[in-house]
Nanobody
Framework: QVQLVESGGGLVQAGGSLRLSCASS????????MDWFRQGPGKQRELVAS???????IYVDSVKGRFTISRDNAKNTMYLQMNNLKPEDTAVYYC????????WGQGTQVTVSS
């Protein structure tokens, strides 16, 4: 089993920054890919960014150049640095870890005011 706990969400003005963290515990050695998803009001959950064990990353077009995903394997923690935030980034952000099955965190709210 793997447990994921997100933190770092909050209220920020447009143009501001936040850094989300996703701390993992349990059998973290089995994980090979970790992702950040988000679900805005009235919207479907969407993939924001992914990072593999090898450090390869992908981003959804809307966050390229503004968000950076990273992992600290020594701390079993994944991060999402979010800069130049926009009101449309308002959402609950979830981390997901992939092994032979998926694991999800409980989510952290990010609200960007205009």
């Amino acid at each position: 089993q793997v447990q994921l706990v997100e933190s770092g969400g909050g209220l920020v003005q447009a143009g501001g920054s936040l850094r989300l963290s996703c701390a993992s515990s349990g059998r973290v050695s089995i994980l090979y890919r970790m992702d950040w998803f988000r679900q805005g009001p009235g919207k479907q959950r969407e993939l924001v960014a992914s990072i593999t064990n090898g450090g390869s990353t992908i981003y959804v077009d809307s966050v390229k150049g503004r968000f950076t995903i990273s992992r600290d394997n020594a701390k079993n923690t994944m991060y999402l640095q979010m800069n130049n935030l926009k009101p449309e980034d308002t959402a609950v952000y979830y981390c997901r870890a992939q092994a032979t099955r998926e694991y999800w965190g409980q989510g952290t709210q990010v609200t960007v005011s205009s």
